[in-house]
């Protein structure tokens, strides 16, 4: 079982997803340790991205500042390094980042760092399901989950998508890009029972949900929620203040979908 399924062992998961670098690291690690201490039960780490198209403009423009900021992504390994073994961070965490992002570091590189560094498994919204397999290798060979992400429109596609998928599937709520909304019209029962009818791999929902009550709803069907552009508002709100104001926001939530 790998490291991330234990993340949905002990009731309903909350994932929590930070963009690295915004303002700058050091915040970003404080964040993360506070998202623990709030009971995170796993936590999404944005690799900032010069054109991340899956993104809304709240990540977007936190991707762009934190590459103003010099940001890079040997940085962010050596900030997880940090948070492994300096700062006590032992829940599970992903790296959500885009392809190219990968490609350019090196495919092996990459995973082999991430592994080295304790990263638990990777997320890339702009590798189809239909070209994984060039990721999906050499994940497997250093321990790393790709985590496979399944949209309102994938229908048949379920099934296919489901019954390969490790870690977690990351169940997209709404058509469209990452941020808030106010309504998720997506009738998401249907798709989290469409998925469970193929696999045990828990299922989180993510896109969209910032509030504890989308929170608690979302949770009645899947596994795990999962939050980004909030947090990410949080942190461009109060800058190097956020980590304390990020985990009473997690708390939050946790204490809403348990």
């Known amino acids: 079982m790998s490291n991330i399924a234990n993340a949905f062992e002990n009731g309903k998961a909350f994932v929590p997803f930070?963009?690295?670098?915004?303002?700058?690291?050091d915040t970003t690690a404080r964040c993360v340790v506070e998202m623990q201490k709030a009971g995170a039960s796993l936590i999404e780490l944005g690799i900032p991205f010069s054109d991340p198209t899956a993104e809304g403009p709240v990540i977007m423009e936190a991707s762009l500042r934190a590459l103003e900021n010099g940001c890079t992504t040997d940085k962010v390994f050596d900030m997880v390094k940090r948070l492994r073994t300096e700062l006590n961070v032992t829940v599970p965490m992903v790296?959500?980042?885009?392809?190219n992002v990968v490609f350019s570091y090196g495919i092996e590189r990459f995973c082999q760092k991430a592994s080295e560094v304790g990263i638990d498994g990777i997320i890339l919204p702009d590798v189809p399901y239909e070209e994984k397999d060039e990721f999906d290798g050499i994940c497997k060979q250093y321990g790393i989950d790709l985590i496979s992400l399944i949209a309102p429109t994938?229908?048949?596609?379920?099934?296919?998508?489901?019954?390969?998928?490790?870690g977690f599937?990351?169940?997209?709520?709404?058509?469209?890009?990452?941020?808030?909304r106010s309504n998720i019209t997506t009738d998401i029962p249907s798709l989290c029972a469409a998925v469970k009818a193929v696999t045990d791999v828990p299922c989180a929902i993510g896109f969209g949900i910032s509030t504890p009550e989308q929170a608690s709803k979302m949770a009645q069907s899947a596994d795990g929620v999962i939050v980004g552009?909030?947090?990410?508002k949080?942190?461009?709100?109060?800058g190097k203040d956020a980590p304390e104001y990020v985990g009473e926001y997690v708390k939050s939530m946790v204490d809403a979908i348990r």
Do not use: N, W
């Open 18 to 25: 930070i963009t690295c670098g915004d303002p700058d690291l």
């Open 95 to 99: 790296f959500m980042t885009y392809a």
């Open 154 to 166: 994938s229908d048949e596609r379920i099934s296919m998508v489901a019954s390969s998928a490790s």
């Open 169 to 180: 599937i990351y169940i997209v709520s709404s058509l469209g890009v990452t941020g808030v």
């Open 229 to 232: 552009s909030a947090i990410v």
């Open 234 to 238: 949080i942190v461009a709100q109060y």
